[in-house]
């Protein structure tokens, strides 16, 4: 497991500065390494321009290496002569030179997570999100840092990722440096250069909160009654709907609530025992007994450690409470957003710019959401939802879903902690929802260095899953639903990757599978492959924006709904997409829609299961599966 310790204070400019106010940044090529994996972050924090050796906590000394950086690049695994596994450690040092007290600018990259230090400050971190960005390049990451007349220490705690161990440390590119607002229309399908147009306004890993909270997790930083991700509303059913927030270390808390209109609040607590809980950071307080397709208007409620008074919210948000009666009502669905936090947080703004968008009901992610999971806070909250809830002022639902990255990373458990169990289902309307965790996409390797040394039995768990399912179907909220739509990373059919497949397959052809299935199924949404493909129900052939070249071992006449997978990066379609799905009295609409909003394919499926193709772009093309 990695760690984070970090020490000194924070530096962070709030303002980005015009380069004429900026310093020449005055970096040579020559830096000292340090590469062992008992180096931590406390003594990129120590080190100064002349160290020359490390004691480590065995006693062993560590003699620096001198490395040279061509073009403000080296590969680590060059310098020890052999690719070396993932999570190994160095400390690279150097000397920034400047004329006077000031700024300069530093463009930073690595593969895959590092801390820069200057002066022994940290000033800038991937956390757990990790470089997300590739190739690894200066303009990965910007950061304006303050440095003194004379010699500035700079050390990189860097740690390799699984493709190679490059480090970059330079001044960023004039186009990079000129980033200063999205563009309004993104033209380019190639993921460089749509990252790049992607990439403007400010960094969300340069949050103040964010570093303070880095600190704080390994004592460097004092605790602070405060909310740090959320509040969201998540798991909406039929008179009841959870509030969520994470706060800024364990703090007891609550959620003030009450119907609009009214003076009174009632307010829950988080208790175990007949007692706060204050050993969670993460707050799950689900409210029961609403009044159906009623507005709530609620607050969280924060204890302060030193008075023990309870302190309510200063904002207060509301939410619609959901109804089991039929009611029209819309969503909006994306996933696969592996991409740096600033282009993840534009994403999401930009798709919440389009009006229709915005009059969704809730809201769903499909799946690998991030590159892994480490810190997941970090990961998920800085970089992602929280624009998300502020967008959508905390009021819409949200519907994580478990993908096969989910599985990857130091907290991936805490995926659950936070949002529950990845298989559940909800009805809203006469419409019943299932959401389905399809696993890994590949055989695990347990008690390994491999990313998935930690997965070690899927198949009960998928067994499990296989066996609440059965139960579900049994339901009156099920069996009585006019439409049923399953939300799912992968699917049984029209994917690559037989492994996940197969596994969802076992869990839902008993019900759904067939030329003549026991439940109808109206609406598959899936993502993972990255590239837009929509099958067409009960046949071997598929609307897709790239040719096919994976092969299937099952026809596709045994599935008799659409499937849909939404692009991702480097798929060959869009690099990104989304569906707009509005349930009708009589149908359901879907809207494929790219980055910039503009629909590239439109279809209805109707409550007896016709389907109905509205149109699409010429792009989009048909193709039929092939057989193993």
């Given at each position: 497991?990695?760690?984070?310790?970090?020490?000194?204070?924070?530096?962070?400019?709030?303002?980005?500065?015009?380069?004429?106010?900026?310093?020449?940044?005055?970096?040579?090529?020559?830096?000292?390494?340090?590469?062992?994996?008992?180096?931590?972050?406390?003594?990129?924090?120590?080190?100064?321009?002349?160290?020359?050796?490390?004691?480590?906590?065995?006693?062993?000394?560590?003699?620096?290496?001198?490395?040279?950086?061509?073009d403000y690049?080296?590969?680590?695994?060059?310098?020890?002569g052999?690719?070396?596994?993932?999570?190994?450690?160095?400390?690279?040092?150097?000397?920034?030179?400047?004329?006077r007290?000031?700024?300069?600018?530093?463009?930073?990259?690595?593969?895959?997570?590092?801390?820069?230090?200057?002066?022994?400050?940290?000033?800038?971190?991937?956390?757990?999100?990790?470089?997300?960005?590739?190739?690894?390049?200066?303009?990965?990451?910007t950061?304006?840092?303050?440095?003194?007349?004379?010699?500035?220490?700079?050390?990189?705690?860097?740690?390799?990722?699984s493709?190679?161990?490059?480090?970059?440390?330079?001044?960023?590119?004039?186009?990079?440096?000129?980033?200063?607002?999205v563009?309004?229309?993104?033209?380019?399908?190639?993921?460089?250069?749509?990252?790049?147009?992607?990439?403007?306004?400010?960094?969300?890993?340069?949050?103040?909160?964010?570093?303070?909270?880095?600190?704080?997790?390994?004592?460097?930083?004092?605790k602070?009654?405060?909310?740090?991700?959320?509040?969201?509303?998540?798991?909406?059913?039929?008179?009841?709907?959870?509030?969520?927030?994470?706060t800024?270390?364990?703090?007891?808390?609550?959620v003030?609530?009450?119907?609009?209109?009214?003076?009174?609040?009632?307010r829950?607590?988080?208790?175990?025992?007949?007692?706060?809980?204050?050993?969670?950071?993460?707050?799950?307080?689900?409210?029961?007994g609403?009044?159906?397709?009623?507005?709530?208007?609620?607050?969280p409620?924060?204890?302060?450690?030193?008075?023990?008074?309870?302190?309510?919210?200063?904002?207060?948000?509301?939410?619609?409470?959901?109804?089991?009666?039929?009611?029209?009502?819309?969503?909006?669905?994306?996933?696969?957003?592996?991409?740096?936090?600033?282009?993840?947080?534009?994403?999401?703004?930009?798709?919440?710019?389009n009006g229709?968008?915005?009059?969704s009901?809730?809201?769903?992610?499909?799946?690998?959401?991030?590159?892994?999971?480490?810190?997941?806070?970090?990961?998920?909250?800085?970089?992602?939802?929280?624009?998300?809830?502020?967008?959508?002022?905390?009021?819409?639902?949200?519907?994580?879903?478990?993908?096969?990255?989910?599985?990857r990373?130091?907290?991936?458990?805490?995926?659950?902690?936070?949002?529950?169990?990845?298989?559940?289902?909800?009805?809203?309307?006469?419409?019943?929802?299932?959401?389905?965790?399809?696993?890994?996409?590949?055989?695990?390797?347990?008690?390994?260095?491999?990313?998935?040394?930690?997965?070690?039995?899927?198949?009960?768990?998928?067994?499990?899953?296989?066996?609440?399912?059965?139960?579900?179907?049994k339901?009156?909220?099920?069996?009585?639903?006019?439409?049923?739509?399953?939300?799912?990373?992968s699917?049984?059919f029209?994917?690559?990757?037989?492994y996940?497949?197969?596994?969802?397959?076992?869990?839902?052809?008993?019900?759904?599978?067939?030329?003549?299935?026991?439940?109808?199924?109206?609406?598959?949404?899936?993502?993972?492959?990255?590239?837009?493909?929509?099958?067409?129900?009960?046949?071997?052939?598929?609307?897709?924006?790239a040719?096919?070249k994976?092969?299937?071992?099952?026809?596709?006449?045994?599935?008799?709904?659409?499937?849909?997978?939404?692009?991702?990066?480097?798929?060959?379609?869009?690099?990104?997409?989304?569906?707009?799905?509005?349930?009708?009295?009589?149908?359901?609409?879907?809207?494929?829609?790219?980055?910039?909003?503009?629909?590239?394919?439109?279809?209805?499926?109707?409550?007896?299961?016709?389907?109905?193709?509205l149109?699409?772009?010429?792009?989009?093309?048909?193709y039929?599966?092939?057989?193993?």
């Open positions: 497991m990695r760690k984070w310790l970090v020490s000194g204070m924070f530096v962070f400019l709030s303002v980005t500065l015009a380069a004429a106010e900026l310093l020449p940044l005055k970096l040579g090529p020559q830096w000292k390494a340090f590469i062992s994996n008992e180096l931590e972050e406390s003594n990129a924090a120590e080190i100064n321009n002349g160290t020359n050796e490390i004691t480590l906590p065995g006693g062993t000394v560590l003699t620096a290496r001198a490395v040279t950086m061509k690049y080296v590969n680590l695994n060059d310098v020890i052999s690719k070396q596994p993932d999570n190994c450690r160095a400390i690279l040092v150097n000397t920034i030179e400047a004329e007290d000031g700024t300069v600018r530093l463009g930073l990259g690595v593969d895959w997570w590092f801390d820069c230090y200057v002066n022994g400050k940290l000033v800038y971190s991937t956390g757990g999100v990790g470089n997300v960005a590739f190739p690894i390049t200066p303009d990965n990451h950061v304006d840092v303050k440095v003194r007349k004379g010699q500035n220490t700079i050390a990189l705690f860097v740690i390799s990722g493709n190679s161990w490059g480090v970059a440390c330079g001044p960023p590119s004039p186009a990079s440096q000129a980033r200063n607002a563009p309004e229309t993104v033209n380019s399908l190639d993921n460089v250069q749509f990252t790049d147009q992607m990439s403007a306004g400010p960094n969300p890993l340069s949050d103040p909160l964010r570093i303070k909270y880095l600190l704080f997790r390994k004592g460097a930083a004092p602070i009654t405060k909310i740090i991700g959320g509040p969201w509303l998540q798991w909406p059913n039929p008179g009841t709907m959870t509030v969520s927030f994470v800024f270390g364990d703090t007891p808390a609550g003030d609530y009450r119907e609009k209109g009214q003076e009174q609040w009632t829950q607590w988080n208790m175990l025992g007949g007692q706060l809980r204050n050993d969670l950071d993460n707050h799950n307080i689900t409210l029961t609403l009044k159906e397709n009623t507005v709530y208007e609620y607050r409620v924060l204890l302060e450690p030193r008075t023990n008074k309870p302190l309510p919210g200063a904002e207060i948000y509301s939410f619609t409470s959901f109804t089991s009666k039929p009611k029209e009502h819309r969503f909006f669905a994306t996933g696969d957003i592996q991409f740096p936090a600033q282009v993840r947080t534009n994403i999401i703004r930009r798709f919440l710019q229709e968008v915005m009059k009901d809730f809201f769903v992610t499909l799946g690998d959401s991030a590159d892994s999971v480490h810190e997941l806070v970090d990961t998920l909250f800085f970089g992602l939802l929280n624009p998300l809830f502020e967008q959508t002022a905390h009021g819409k639902p949200y519907i994580p879903l478990r993908g096969n990255h989910e599985y990373g130091n907290e991936s458990s805490s995926w659950f902690k936070i949002f529950g169990s990845a298989y559940r289902g909800f009805r809203y309307g006469d419409t019943y929802y299932i959401v389905l965790d399809s696993g890994d996409d590949q055989v695990s390797k347990p008690f390994t260095p491999h990313f998935t040394a930690t997965t070690i039995d899927t198949e009960n768990y998928m067994r499990q899953q296989a066996e609440w399912l059965s139960e579900i179907v339901t009156p909220e099920f069996t009585t639903a006019k439409f049923r739509i399953v939300l799912c990373h699917a049984p029209g994917h690559n990757g037989e996940m497949r197969n596994a969802i397959r076992k869990i839902i052809d008993p019900h759904f599978g067939g030329e003549n299935p026991k439940h109808r199924i109206h609406l598959w949404l899936s993502g993972h492959i990255h590239v837009y493909r929509r099958t067409i129900p009960g046949t071997n052939e598929i609307k897709a924006l040719p096919i994976s092969k299937s071992s099952v026809d596709g006449k045994n599935y008799r709904f659409p499937v849909v997978a939404i692009d991702g990066p480097r798929g060959g379609g869009h690099e990104i997409s989304g569906l707009i799905v509005k349930v009708g009295s009589d149908e359901i609409d879907v809207e494929s829609i790219d980055i910039n909003n503009n629909t590239f394919d439109h279809f209805s499926v109707d409550k007896d299961g016709k389907f109905k193709e149109g699409s772009v010429p792009e989009l093309k048909t039929e599966m092939p057989r193993n």
